[in-house]
C-alpha cells in the first residue's frame, strides 16, 4: 500500500516535465521506420538509375505471363515470354536480337529481328501466301422460317350454330372453294326461307303488273302506279334476302331460282353450296336447309382444324387453319451493329439447322423498329417452292424451322486478301508482318477492309514497299506482342496512338479480326 502513492507520484511528476510513460520508446521506434523506409526508396531509385529502369520486366514477364505457342494474344496484350510445346519458357529476351544500337540509335518501331533460326522455329511462326481473289462481305444472323402471313386464313363460321360434318383433316391439301366443314345454325334456315318467300312475292307482284299493262285503258292510272311501287319494294326485299345469303359465303342469284317450281327450289336452297358427293350414303330426311358450308378461300394446306361432329361453334370462332406453303417467310435477326449495311434487293442465303440444303433468295423487306427484347432488326425473304406447285403438301421449308442466314451486303471481283490471324493491332494500327533477311520482321501498316470466312481484304499496307508475296500467319501475335514491349519500353507508343476509349480503339481490343 505504500509503493502505490510512490508510483502515483513518479508518474505524476513526469507528467508535469511533459514526458508520458513509453514515451522514448515510441520515439524511436518512429525513427527507426522511417529511417529503414528511406534507405529502401533510396536503394530502389539507384538500382532504377543504374539499369534505366527495366530491370524488372523480363522476370515479371516469364514469372507471371507466358503465352502458350500458337496461342492467339488479344489486341493490347504484351506478353512478354513465349511457352513452348513442352512447358519450358522462353523469354523475350532469348527470342529477340538484344544487340546494343550505335550511339544515339533508337531500334525501328514495328520491326522484330529474332536472334537465331533456333528463336525463330520455337516461336511457331509460318508464313502464309499474300493471295488475289474475289471477295464477299456477308452479315451473318439467326433466323426463322414462317408461314407467308399474307397467305394464311383462320376459317370461322360467320353464324352460330353446331358442327354436322367435318370434310377435311389436319395436313390435307385442298384446292380454292373446297369444302372444309359444314355447320348447322337455324339462322342460315331462316335467311334460306326468307330468300324464297321474297322470290315468290316479287314474282306475285311482277305478274300483277303485267296484267295491268295488258289492260291499262280499262283501269285506273293510281291502281298501275300502286302495282309499280309494290313490285319495286318486292325486288328490294328479294334483293337484300340475296345478299344476306351472299354475305355467309353462298353463291346464290334469283337468277338459279327464276325457272324453277316450288319443289326444286326447295331442294336447290336445302343443298346450295355443298358438293352432291358429299351427301352420298346421306338419308335425306337428315339433310336440312340450315345447312351452311365453310370453304377454303386459296390452294393451301390445312395446318390447323378445331372442329368436332356435334361441337357448338360460335360466331367468328376459328375452327380451321390454312396456309399456302408453296412461299415462306424466312425471318433474320440482323445486330444492330449490321443493320444500316443491309437493305431491300441484296442476296440471301439461308440454311436451315441440321439440313444440308442452302436457298437462296433475295431481301424483301427490312423492318423499320428494332425488336424491344432482342435489340435486333428484322429483315426477311421469301422461298418459293422450285415446283411452283400452289397446293404443294411438301413445303420448300418449314415453319417455325430455325437456321443461319448470310446477306451478301459488298463484293470484289479482285482484292488481296490474307488470314484473319495474319492481321494484329499493335495498339496503334493494323499491321501484318513481313519476312525480311536474317530473322528480320516488319510490321506494315494495312486498313482491313471485306471479311469473308477466315480471309481478310488488306489495302494501303503495300504501296510503298511493293506487294510481299508472303505474310506471318501463325505467330504473328508473338511479333506484336514483341514491337509493343519495345514501345513501352522506349517510354510508349508512338504518335498517333488513339486515346483509351475512342470507338476504333475499343474494337480492336476486343479483337474485331
Known sequence: MAATPAVSSASRAARRRGVRPGH????????GLS??????????????????????????????????????????????????????????????????PGEGDEPADGVVRLASPEALARTGIELVAVEERPLVDEVIATGVVRYDER???????????????????????????????IVESREVGRLKADFLNALVAFEARREQVAILDEVKGAVMGRQVREATSALREARNHLTNAEQALVNLGFDVSVAQFDSLDDDARAAKIRTVGVPGELFAGTDPSHITSNLLPIHAPFDGVVIGRDAVVGEVVEAGEPIFELADVSTMWVVLNVSKEDA????????????????????SSRVCWVSTEVDRATRTLEVRAEITS???DLAATEPPLRANTYGSGRIE?????????????????????????????????????????????????????????????????????????????????????????????????????????
Do not use: C
Open 35 to 100: 529511417a529503414i523506409t528511406t534507405l529502401g526508396l533510396a536503394a530502389v531509385g539507384w538500382a532504377g538509375h543504374t539499369t534505366h529502369w527495366t530491370f524488372g520486366l523480363g522476370h515479371f514477364a516469364a514469372a507471371n505471363h507466358a503465352l502458350p505457342a500458337g496461342a492467339a494474344a488479344s489486341p493490347g496484350a504484351i506478353p512478354h515470354d513465349v511457352s513452348t510445346s513442352d512447358g519450358e519458357a522462353m523469354a523475350h529476351e532469348e527470342l529477340v536480337d538484344e544487340e546494343s
Open 24 to 31: 522514448w520508446a515510441t520515439i524511436l521506434s518512429e525513427w
Open 151 to 181: 397467305r394464311t386464313a383462320q376459317l370461322s363460321s360467320r353464324v352460330g350454330g353446331s358442327v354436322w360434318r367435318v370434310i377435311r383433316h389436319l395436313g390435307d391439301a385442298v384446292a380454292k372453294g373446297d369444302v372444309l366443314v
Open 386 to 388: 422450285p415446283a411452283g
Open 340 to 359: 444500316g449495311r443491309v437493305a431491300i434487293g441484296q442476296a440471301l442465303r439461308f440454311r436451315p439447322d441440321g439440313a444440308g440444303e442452302e436457298y
Open 409 to 513: 451486303v459488298d463484293r470484289r471481283s479482285l482484292a488481296v486478301v490474307v488470314p484473319r490471324d495474319a492481321v494484329q493491332w499493335d495498339g496503334s494500327r493494323w499491321v501484318v508482318f513481313i519476312p525480311g533477311g536474317g530473322g528480320k520482321f516488319t510490321a506494315r501498316t494495312v486498313e482491313p477492309g471485306l471479311r469473308d470466312g477466315g480471309m481478310v481484304e488488306v489495302r494501303g499496307g503495300f504501296a510503298d514497299g511493293g506487294r510481299p508475296t508472303h505474310v506471318v500467319g501463325q505467330g504473328s501475335h508473338v511479333l506484336k506482342s514483341q514491337v509493343m514491349l519495345d514501345r513501352l519500353e522506349r517510354g510508349g507508343p508512338p504518335k498517333g496512338v488513339l486515346k483509351r476509349g475512342e470507338p476504333e480503339q475499343e474494337t480492336a481490343e476486343a479483337g474485331a479480326l
